[in-house]
């Protein structure tokens, strides 16, 4: 079926409101804000996740410090480089690590180095690729090892580069040189190459990164906890004061914790760190953490200690939360409802994501994901708020004044409902209809101006209107010197309930009427007589007309039978207020009934007009008279 040009439009302001937030979306993606969001959240709470202690892991550090600087001075002289190479190697460490650049010799033993390394397979040199530094001269392929660190944007180190394939035998990573060096075998890095757990690695896209450099193989790295691993000073070493034991069987890793050689990097961990020592991380620290999750990784090259949701599953999730939060957004009403209810999505999911990370070690992306939640949300709540604007307007167009204000707040509320294309939707409802006409209203017209005349009726309608409005009515139409009040419709208390409200306003408009030709007698105006017809049972109600002009139509045999009850028998009308109510409207007076509505409907007067034929209907109604209402000390009587 073809859409209407109104579906039409609906169609295209739906598909430009989100169509704009997810350009919106992509913006922020591109402007890497969002990725800044991920990282920070990233590294608090990898700063509150309990780290385990590099206490554990075999691998020592032999750190060059402050005291050792002031002790032999800097550079470090190569003869004790390779006097504490010799002792580790005697105290039976399995490999050593010199990370420290040595592609020029320092000292007057200059070639201890390179014969250290010629002889001693468990000896590696670095390099640094990016800056070609290179390693120990002469040293064999098989001990070397490049130390470059991948660096964030940030300037903070959260990734490491396991591996390059496709590369020479040259190009082998410090910890890898020296996890095979250890091992005996190259196993792990063939197992990499061969595309053995190739989905626990970096894209370009993972975790919480936007068009990341992911070439090689990438992993989050797991730290242990910083300053952590078993650490002594190249004088402790040289000295002896290092027990064999606590050496025997590790890899050693030689370099730089001095602050002032200033080899320290930013970490996850200690970006939160407010200990001033523990600010930055030592560059040998780093590596001795990358060497400890290859170890970790060892016979399972399928497993990453954090894994890093990849961009599939990223996609899926920001689709999932754009699509979850407009529809949200667009079902729930009222929109303060569906505005607490978005808070709590966006809330609820930044809980999920940090505890997955905390506990799971599972790194998902956070702020693009909230973003959607937010922007497609937000789209949500302003396209309800523009349309529940709209939709005032419409309930104004088409009922106008004629409801109170505790209605009008009923009918707001239950809008999306009611309301259909701008329009109150057909229903069959049960309600009760009152009809209104003024007594004489023809010989009084000729004896007052237009003016006086609207105005002398007109006080006649303050004291219906009110008494109508004010129990859950609506005035449907003013008919010349009367109205047509219906209550049920568009919402209403139940037939009984709108009964009993009907036979309320007919007792407070009879009261009225006393007072208003008091008023009337007092400015020499003639007094003024009204009569009420009152019935009950189905109408069909909704809105008729076009676009030009619509109203809220109550129609059917029932309001044709509250209009005949109002102008039967014209001439039996000896009080101000004339009330003839059916019976099907008095029979409802007793159902649901409370102790309060029991009481007044006690007191009510009636006159049995008995059945009596109405025209347009077959069937007689049995008719009676409300006469008023006894007072609450006495019995109702029954004339």
Same mark, same amino acid.
């Given at each position: +079926?073809?859409?209407?040009?109104? %579906?039409?439009?609906?169609?295209?302001?739906?598909?430009?409101?989100?169509?704009?937030?997810?350009?919106?979306?992509?913006?922020?993606?591109?402007?890497?804000?969002?990725?800044?969001?991920?990282?920070?959240?990233?590294?608090?709470?990898?700063?509150? !996740?309990?780290?385990?202690?590099?206490?554990?892991?075999?691998?020592?550090?032999?750190?060059?410090?402050?005291? /050792?600087?002031?002790?032999?001075?800097?550079?470090?002289?190569?003869?004790?480089?390779?006097?504490?190479?010799?002792?580790?190697?005697?105290?039976?460490?399995?490999?050593?690590?010199?990370?420290?650049?040595? /592609?020029?010799?320092?000292?007057?033993?200059?070639?201890?180095?390179?014969?250290?390394?010629?002889?001693?397979?468990?000896?590696?040199?670095?390099?640094?690729?990016?800056? &070609?530094?290179?390693?120990?001269?002469?040293?064999?392929?098989?001990?070397?090892?490049? #130390?470059?660190?991948?660096?964030?944007?940030?300037?903070?180190?959260?990734?490491?580069?396991?591996?390059?394939?496709?590369?020479?035998?040259? *190009?082998? =990573?410090?910890?890898?040189? $020296?996890?095979?060096?250890?091992?005996?075998?190259? %196993?792990?890095?063939?197992?990499?190459?061969?595309?053995?757990?190739? /989905?626990?690695?970096?894209? !370009?896209?993972?975790?919480?990164?936007?068009?990341?450099?992911?070439?090689?193989?990438?992993?989050?790295?797991?730290?242990?906890?910083?300053?952590?691993?078993?650490?002594? =000073?190249?004088?402790?070493?040289?000295?002896?004061?290092?027990?064999?034991?606590?050496?025997?069987?590790?890899?050693?890793?030689?370099?730089?914790?001095?602050?002032?050689?200033?080899?320290?990097? %930013?970490?996850?961990?200690?970006?939160?760190?407010?200990?001033?020592?523990?600010?930055? +991380?030592?560059?040998?620290?780093?590596?001795? #953490?990358?060497? &400890?999750?290859?170890?970790?990784?060892?016979?399972?090259?399928?497993?990453?200690?954090?894994?890093?949701?990849?961009?599939? *599953?990223?996609?899926?999730?920001?689709?999932? &939360?754009?699509?979850?939060?407009?529809?949200?957004?667009?079902?729930?009403?009222?929109?303060?409802?569906?505005?607490?209810?978005?808070?709590?999505?966006?809330?609820?999911?930044?809980?999920?994501?940090?505890?997955?990370?905390?506990?799971?070690? @599972?790194?998902?992306?956070?702020?693009?994901?909230?973003?959607?939640?937010?922007?497609?949300?937000?789209?949500?709540?302003?396209?309800?708020?523009? $349309?529940?604007?709209?939709?005032?307007?419409?309930?104004?167009? $088409?009922?106008?004044? =004629?409801?109170?204000?505790?209605?009008?707040?009923?009918?707001?509320?239950?809008?999306?409902?009611?309301?259909?294309?701008?329009?109150?939707?057909?229903?069959?409802?049960?309600?009760?209809?009152? *009809?209104?006409?003024?007594?004489?209203?023809?010989? @009084?017209?000729?004896g007052l101006s237009p003016a006086a005349l609207l105005n002398w009726l007109n006080r006649c309608m303050a004291y219906c209107v009110?008494?109508?409005?004010?129990?859950?009515?609506?005035?449907?139409?003013?008919?010349?010197?009367?109205?047509?009040?219906?209550?049920?419709?568009?919402?209403?208390?139940g037939a009984a309930g709108d009964a009993r409200a009907a036979l309320q306003t007919a007792l407070e408009i009879q009261q009225g009427?006393?007072?208003?030709?008091?008023?009337?007698?007092?400015?020499?105006?003639?007094?003024?007589?009204?009569?009420?017809?009152?019935?009950?049972?189905?109408?069909?109600?909704?809105?008729?007309?076009?676009?030009?002009?619509?109203?809220? &139509?109550?129609?059917?045999?029932?309001?044709?039978?509250?209009?005949?009850?109002?102008?039967?028998?014209?001439?039996?009308?000896? #009080?101000?207020?004339?009330?003839?109510?059916?019976?099907?409207?008095?029979?409802?007076?007793?159902?649901?009934?409370?102790?309060?509505?029991?009481?007044?409907?006690?007191?009510?007067?009636?006159?049995?007009?008995? !059945?009596?034929? @109405?025209?347009?209907?077959?069937?007689?109604?049995?008719?009676?008279?409300?006469?008023?209402?006894?007072?609450?000390?006495?019995?109702?009587?029954?004339?």
């Open positions: +079926m073809p859409f209407s040009r109104k %579906q039409a439009k609906a169609a295209a302001t739906l598909l430009a409101g989100y169509g704009i937030a997810a350009l919106i979306l992509w913006g922020l993606e591109k402007s890497r804000i969002l990725q800044s969001i991920n990282l920070l959240v990233y590294d608090y709470i990898t700063h509150l !996740s309990p780290a385990p202690s590099g206490q554990t892991k075999p691998i020592v550090i032999i750190g060059i410090s402050e005291s /050792d600087i002031k002790t032999y001075g800097w550079p470090i002289d190569d003869s004790l480089l390779c006097a504490g190479i010799d002792r580790l190697s005697q105290d039976g460490v399995t490999a050593i690590g010199l990370d420290l650049y040595r /592609d020029k010799g320092i000292g007057a033993q200059q070639n201890c180095l390179r014969e250290t390394i010629r002889s001693n397979p468990k000896f590696v040199s670095i390099f640094n690729a990016a800056d &070609a530094i290179d390693p120990i001269p002469g040293a064999p392929i098989a001990q070397q090892g490049y #130390n470059d660190l991948v660096i964030d944007e940030d300037g903070v180190v959260r990734r490491d580069l396991v591996h390059v394939g496709g590369q020479d035998e040259r *190009f082998v =990573t410090l910890p890898m040189r $020296l996890l095979e060096i250890t091992t005996g075998q190259n %196993q792990l890095r063939k197992q990499f190459e061969a595309g053995i757990g190739k /989905d626990s690695w970096l894209s !370009s896209n993972s975790g919480g990164y936007y068009a990341l450099d992911a070439a090689g193989y990438q992993q989050m790295l797991p730290f242990a906890k910083p300053g952590s691993y078993r650490l002594w =000073t190249l004088k402790q070493l040289l000295s002896g004061d290092i027990p064999a034991q606590s050496l025997r069987g590790t890899v050693a890793l030689i370099g730089s914790t001095a602050p002032s050689l200033r080899d320290l990097f %930013q970490v996850p961990h200690t970006r939160f760190q407010k200990s001033a020592s523990l600010a930055l +991380m030592p560059g040998v620290e780093i590596h001795a #953490n990358r060497l &400890a999750a290859l170890i970790e990784r060892q016979g399972k090259p399928q497993k990453s200690k954090i894994w890093a949701s990849p961009v599939e *599953f990223t996609n899926v999730l920001i689709l999932f &939360a754009a699509l979850i939060s407009a529809l949200v957004t667009e079902r729930i009403s009222p929109i303060r409802r569906g505005l607490l209810l978005l808070m709590l999505l966006i809330g609820s999911w930044l809980v999920v994501g940090s505890l997955a990370l905390l506990l799971l070690q @599972v790194w998902l992306e956070l702020s693009e994901t909230a973003v959607a939640l937010l922007l497609f949300g937000g789209t949500g709540l302003l396209r309800r708020g523009a $349309l529940a604007q709209v939709q005032r307007q419409q309930v104004e167009r $088409l009922l106008g004044q =004629t409801t109170s204000p505790a209605v009008a707040e009923q009918l707001w509320s239950q809008r999306e409902t009611l309301l259909s294309h701008g329009r109150f939707e057909g229903r069959q409802l049960p309600v009760t209809v009152i *009809f209104s006409d003024t007594r004489n209203f023809t010989t @009084v017209s000729e009110p008494a109508i409005t004010n129990r859950g009515g609506m005035v449907n139409k003013f008919t010349g010197d009367g109205f047509m009040a219906v209550y049920g419709a568009p919402i209403g208390l009427m006393s007072q208003l030709n008091t008023e009337l007698e007092a400015l020499g105006d003639p007094p003024i007589a009204i009569r009420l017809g009152i019935h009950s049972g189905p109408v069909l109600a909704g809105s008729m007309g076009c676009s030009e002009r619509l109203e809220y &139509a109550v129609i059917g045999d029932t309001v044709n039978c509250a209009s005949r009850l109002e102008s039967l028998e014209k001439e039996r009308h000896d #009080n101000l207020c004339r009330v003839l109510i059916s019976d099907e409207t008095r029979d409802l007076l007793d159902q649901e009934v409370t102790a309060t509505d029991e009481e007044w409907i006690r007191r009510l007067i009636w006159m049995d007009w008995g !059945s009596m034929k @109405v025209k347009g209907r077959e069937e007689p109604l049995r008719i009676w008279e409300l006469r008023g209402i006894a007072p609450a000390t006495a019995e109702a009587t029954q004339p």
